[in-house]
């Protein structure tokens, strides 16, 4: 099993003889990507001597131009064992298959490689039994060890049986295999395999092997992909989550100054009738006309002031609460800026519903003072009928009359007294008048308030329905998932809760990426969910391991379930060969051996993952 690419690789050649062989050289080159410059693939005539030297020469030359190493370096591979080439023989065994041929193409390898470059040869033989071929590979294997030259570093054979009994469905499929193990032992940390058997597992010859290969896919991208759209999905959940602690209405309220009182004392609000200046005190007789006449003409009903300022002072306040709310605390902070805006409308209702009750008593008392100063009206404009004019002629000849005088006395008390208490009635009514209009202005504002928190409601469900309508998106993506994720609907929330410590941190860098929830309200635009989900892919990629071996655990979590997987990995990767122990001698059973090899920076945590014993090969 190999858990990462080792990133190094060097010139190889391989060459292939039979259909089924030459089959594998026209596929390697598709798998190795970049690696395929310093990889030269010809096919192997019956013989060796038909060899097209000059072709050999020009493959060992593609593969060793000196711009290679450059070229392999920008696409993060390495060139190295510069001082060898390694040479892959892959052979379909049959009875067109020559025996000397291993031996043949090897020594003629070696001496192009000498001469051309001053480089030796690493050769490995890779046999392949198809089904029709199995009966003439048994008999013909014990002639390929031996014609197999002593400095090749192993044998390995493939055939469509494997060890336990059971057949590959085609031939298609053991090229495949063969592909696989190739394209394994060219770019990956196994390409040490063989020469680290040769050295733990001492022979006569070249060591012969046969191998099963199993093949368990874990894509990071796919992951982190699925990932994104769960991420996503939490996100959107975190922004539509239930309100927390809202601020409270009324707070707000008073803390922009708009309560009823504090709207009667802001310049520009006072809204009073023109007053009388206070009478004199026992003023000259003939001067009662002048000062009293005027407090008989009908006051004018004072207008209610104006609300424009306020309101847009309010509006603007109002915008910038709600902008803020969801900006600073995008979790919950819809449903939060949702509670707040019918929360303070409640407020306004209740504050004009006190406004609506303490009309009703001022307009009572101020239709009763209209009543009373009617009457003292008309009393006072009858009295003052009856009381001298102001001319001098009319007190010069009074005062020439005394008998007049105590008449006139009690009279002009009389009238004093009236003009008295209508100016007091008057200032009164006056004071009732101006907080009618006064309330009747705020009334008007929390009217036209309540409007502009009515728009902000609509903003804030246009909000809510758009990102509603982004989850059902989601939600209805169909999601493919491989055969691996056993258990696809627990699998990622679990790898989220794994990778992602506050979905509330994410929540709020989600809402910075987008602009804010703020700027959502005010201009709705679901285009930001393909950026996000990229953005949230990249994001993902930095928190943690994706490696394949760090996702069995996540993925088998009971270790019975990690044990059963390993158990299938295991055999489905039975060497396809079928080895007849008790065909064999007991020199040869005593020397066969079953191996597992895994290698790569993830192997000490695969064994612990799998808690494979010691001596495992790791």
Avoid at 12 to 25: D, M, Q, R, W
Avoid at 119 to 130: D, G, H, N, Q, T
Avoid at 406 to 414: E, G, I, S, T
Wanted: charge should be negative; charged fraction near 20%; proline fraction near 7%.
């Amino acid at each position: 099993m190999m858990t990462m690419s080792n990133q190094a690789v060097q010139r190889t050649l391989v060459l292939t003889h039979g259909p089924i062989a030459n089959e594998v050289g026209q596929q390697l080159p598709r798998q190795l990507g970049p690696v395929t410059a310093v990889v030269a693939v010809r096919d192997l005539p019956v013989d060796v001597s038909a060899v097209n030297r000059d072709d050999l020469r020009e493959a060992l030359r593609a593969i060793s131009r000196i711009t290679l190493r450059d070229e392999l370096l920008r696409h993060g591979w390495t060139l190295d064992r510069l001082d060898e080439v390694a040479l892959f023989l892959v052979l379909e065994m049959g009875e067109h298959l020559p025996p000397e041929l291993p031996a043949g193409a090897c020594a003629l390898l070696a001496e192009l490689a000498d001469q051309q470059f001053g480089v030796s040869i690493a050769p490995l033989i890779l046999a392949l039994a198809p089904e029709p071929a199995l009966g003439a590979a048994q008999r013909q294997l014990a002639d390929l060890v031996a014609a197999t030259p002593p400095t090749a570093r192993g044998i390995i054979v493939m055939g469509s049986i494997n060890e336990l009994g059971l057949c590959l469905p085609t031939d298609n499929d053991l090229i495949q295999a063969a592909t696989a193990l190739l394209h394994i032992l060219i770019t990956t940390p196994l390409r040490d395999a063989p020469e680290w058997l040769a050295t733990n597992y001492l022979a006569e010859g070249p060591l012969l092997q046969s191998a099963g290969l199993a093949r368990w896919e874990w894509s990071p991208l796919w992951e982190q992909t699925l990932l994104a759209g769960y991420w996503v999905q939490q996100v959107l959940a975190t922004w539509l989550a239930p309100a927390g602690k809202s601020e409270s209405a009324p707070a707000w309220l008073d803390e922009q100054q708009l309560l009823p009182e504090q709207l009667a004392r802001q310049p520009g609000r006072r809204s009073q009738p023109d007053r009388h200046d206070r009478l004199p005190q026992h003023p000259q007789p003939w001067r009662l006309h002048t000062l009293y006449r005027p407090l008989c003409q009908v006051s004018g009903v004072p207008k209610p002031p104006s609300n424009d300022r306020q309101l847009s002072v309010a509006a603007q306040a109002l915008q910038t609460t709600a902008r803020h709310r969801l900006d600073s605390h995008p979790a919950g902070g819809l449903a939060a800026l949702e509670q707040f805006l019918q929360e303070l409308r409640h407020a306004l209702a209740e504050l004009q519903e006190r406004l609506a009750a303490r009309g009703l008593v001022q307009a009572e008392r101020e239709t009763a003072l209209a009543h009373r100063q009617s009457q003292l009206t008309e009393r006072l404009t009858a009295g003052l009928a009856q009381w001298p004019e102001a001319s001098p002629a009319t007190w010069v000849t009074l005062l020439l009359r005394p008998w007049r005088w105590p008449r006139l006395a009690a009279r002009y008390r009389q009238l004093e007294r009236l003009a008295q208490q209508l100016q007091q009635v008057q200032l009164e009514r006056a004071a009732w008048q101006g907080q009618l209009a006064q309330d009747e202005a705020s009334d008007a504002l929390y009217t036209a308030l309540a409007g502009e928190v009515g728009q902000w409601q609509r903003r804030a469900d246009e909000l809510r329905q758009m990102l509603l309508s982004l989850q059902r998106v989601l939600a209805s993506e169909v999601t493919h998932w491989p055969a691996a994720v056993a258990n696809p609907e627990t699998y990622l929330p679990q790898r989220y809760a794994q990778l992602v410590d506050s979905p509330i941190q994410e929540a709020a860098w989600a809402a910075q990426y987008v602009g804010g929830l703020g700027e959502q309200l005010s201009w709705p635009d679901d285009g930001f969910l393909e950026p996000l989900r990229l953005a949230g892919r990249e994001r993902l990629a930095t928190m943690g391991p994706f490696g394949a071996v760090d996702t069995l655990a996540l993925l088998y979590p009971r270790p019975e379930e990690l044990a059963a997987w390993w158990q299938q990995q295991w055999a489905m990767a039975a060497p396809l060969w079928r080895f007849d122990e008790a065909a064999q001698g007991d020199r040869q059973r005593r020397q066969a051996s079953t191996y597992q090899i895994v290698c790569g920076q993830d192997a000490p945590l695969l064994e612990t993952v799998l808690d494979l014993p010691a001596g495992s090969n790791m």
